[in-house]
């Protein structure tokens, strides 16, 4: 069998796949070549799924002592079969035979390079498996649409491709793209392959600077038009009587929508479903999609176990960036042990939806404190209300329109039982807004293509809560965005009632006399759960009308202006921003904070952010942190603030 040499630290493997007849024994050669970025050696790399991790088939490495045999698992075999030309050599990179799988510190140290691995390729291979379940066709309808329309991805829109096309029904979104119903099956098939849900394809696909090409046996598509069709089709309704369909969907417009700069939370958000084998490259696995500033000093390490490596990313973020918003990522899935609650476990699936239209914490600092002696985290912020009452919303995890419809229908009556009539209809707005977190077309600026508008969509809601009104299942079709919407943000979770009547959206596990808080640096209001000696479990992240906006510390904005995301040209990056709706005057400062204190100055904003800088001339400290959002200044404001032990 083949020994692996070992490989200098500016080195990586490549795979020369020798030509072939379909069917026939592999051949390679194996050979190690430097690295260089700016003079990189010439290699296709290969994105695929291991599958089973059984290593069942044998290729053999040519080598100057003679064949070796390197066991392969049976979906790489069966893709390098495909890929073989038949009369000259393929040079490849393949992570399962370019990397010594068993040398735990070459296997380290190469996954760190993978940004420049697939960065350097001349050409990134996605291969999603051989032509099954008239895979053909589905690529071939996907094609068709990518011809059809342009995608501007930096404003989120769609226009056609040519103006002969300008009532094009591809341009429809408010009816399914136009293929035939089997069509449409195909391509739900095509989208359940496991290709979709591995963890390691999203940095495979986002870092292929020269190109990615999607082959299904004989088939091939750019991965730039596949990522366009489906663009198109995340904003159309879809036929719902197809298995997965919708969650692949979604799924594949996570993965294909543009990476600007991330942050390292929005991406372990984003890949939480996804699979992997070793828990610990839920972090490894997608570092170089962040800027090596965002990584937060995290290093791949295969020697560190994964619960302590989850608690050092928490205490990494909280050092280096002086957030919370990591803690939003918490869901409480049953008190354990072996974590600590306010430490995302990502180990587990995503069970709610990320809540993108809050910014509870405004531009502050997070105060916080790890006492390493009993492993607890002392945070800062407001006790804002106590749950009181708590129904769930949606505990299912399939896409069916009847099922969503009775669910919202059952949570609506609920609402109105505890609220009384006349206060439930004079709420309808807000319940609304509630049930879909403020996740809505005039949140950002310009308005999303994507999202719901909310005026359109309250009629919606008025219709389908309708209980006298009989809904077949052509009109539930006609909904389906509004009714998918409540879907993402129900999911899992349950509408609250807090003692004051205010109405929420908590985790699943919320209780009766659970808290609701704002931490300082935590742009999500928080569920929290009393324990003995003056600790709180974490419960999750929460939405409640009226704590959208820094409310719990700076009281509520003014009427005329509003909170909005809003895109910026230069940085090709959205920005908190708010709007005075009666002057059209947009600002990045919040209009209810005064002056600053003492001592401190804002400075020019750099041309790379989309937010000031503050800066203490005394200390010639400078901060993105607004210094009127500090302990001393909110006290001052009467704002009572609250140490918070978190077990």
Not at 159 to 175: F, K, Q, R
Not at 274 to 289: E, F, H, M, P, W
Not at 460 to 473: G, P, W
Not at 567 to 594: H, M
């Amino acid at each position: 069998m083949y020994t692996y040499q070992a490989l200098d630290l500016t080195e990586i493997r490549i795979l020369t796949l020798l030509p072939g007849t379909f069917g026939s024994e592999i051949h390679v050669e194996l050979s190690h070549v430097k690295l260089d970025i700016n003079n990189p050696p010439s290699y296709e790399a290969l994105s695929y799924t291991w599958g089973s991790y059984d290593l069942s088939h044998v290729m053999f490495v040519d080598t100057v002592d003679g064949r070796k045999g390197l066991a392969v698992t049976e979906n790489l075999y069966n893709a390098l079969q495909h890929l073989r030309n038949m009369i000259s050599p393929r040079t490849l990179w393949v992570d399962a035979t370019c990397i010594n799988q068993g040398d735990v510190e070459e296997r380290s140290q190469q996954v760190a390079r993978m940004a420049d691995i697939y960065k350097c390729a001349v050409k990134v291979l996605i291969w999603i498996g051989p032509e099954a379940d008239n895979s053909t066709k589905a690529l071939e309808a996907l094609e068709t649409l990518a011809s059809k329309i342009h995608v501007d991805w930096g404003r989120d829109t769609i226009s056609t491709a040519s103006e002969e096309d300008i009532d094009s029904e591809w341009l429809d979104h408010n009816e399914p793209a136009p293929f035939e119903y089997q069509t449409w099956v195909y391509i739900g098939r095509v989208l359940d392959r496991p290709w979709f849900s591995r963890l390691w394809i999203w940095q495979e696909v986002s870092l292929a600077h020269n190109g990615a090409i999607v082959i299904c046996g004989e088939s091939t598509m750019s991965w730039q038009n596949f990522c366009k069709a489906i663009a198109s089709l995340i904003r159309r309704p879809i036929w719902t009587n197809i298995p997965n369909l919708y969650e692949n969907m979604v799924l594949s417009w996570e993965l294909c929508r543009p990476k600007r700069r991330l942050e390292l939370q929005s991406i372990l958000q984003n890949t939480r479903n996804a699979k992997c084998s070793d828990q610990r490259d839920r972090i490894y696995g997608v570092l170089n999609l962040v800027e090596e500033s965002d990584r937060l000093g995290i290093k791949p390490d295969y020697t560190k176990i994964t619960v302590q490596l989850f608690q050092d990313v928490m205490l990494s973020s909280i050092s280096r960036t002086r957030s919370l918003d990591l803690l939003t990522c918490c869901e409480s899935q049953g008190e354990r042990d072996d974590i600590p609650s306010w430490v995302p476990n990502w180990s587990l699936p995503k069970r709610c939806c990320e809540i993108l239209s809050t910014n509870a914490g405004l531009n502050s600092a997070a105060q916080a404190t790890y006492n390493e002696r009993d492993g607890c985290l002392i945070v800062i912020g407001v006790h804002v209300e106590k749950i009181q009452k708590v129904q769930q919303i949606l505990t299912i995890d399939s896409w069916s329109l009847q099922t969503i419809h009775a669910a919202l229908q059952k949570v609506t009556l609920w609402l109105r039982s505890e609220l009384g009539s006349d206060a439930y209809d004079r709420q309808m707005d807000t319940i609304w807004r509630t049930l879909c977190c403020n996740q809505f077309s005039d949140f950002w600026e310009p308005q999303s293509t994507i999202d719901l508008h909310f005026q359109k969509s309250l009629d919606q809601f008025r219709i389908l809560t309708n209980s006298t009104v009989e809904l077949d299942d052509s009109f539930l079709n006609s909904h389906q965005h509004a009714l998918g919407e409540f879907y993402d943000y129900g999911r899992n979770r349950s509408i609250t009632i807090t003692s004051k009547d205010q109405l929420g959206i908590a985790p699943q596990a919320s209780r009766p006399g659970d808290f609701i808080v704002v931490f300082l640096g935590c742009r999500s209001p928080m569920v929290l759960r009393p324990k003995e000696n003056s600790a709180y479990l974490v419960v999750g992240e929460a939405y409640v009308d009226g704590l959208v906006t820094g409310e719990a510390f700076l009281g509520p904005l003014p009427s005329n202006w509003q909170y909005v995301i809003r895109y910026d040209d230069p940085t090709d990056r959205y920005w908190d921003a708010f709007i005075d709706r009666v002057r059209n005057k947009c600002q990045s400062e919040d209009p209810r904070l005064g002056p600053l204190p003492e001592g401190w100055v804002e400075d020019e904003y750099p041309e790379q952010h989309g937010y000031a800088l503050y800066r203490d001339v005394e200390e010639d400290y400078t901060t993105r942190y607004d210094p009127r959002m500090l302990p001393g200044p909110l006290r001052a404001r009467n704002v009572e603030l609250t140490e918070f032990k978190l077990v």
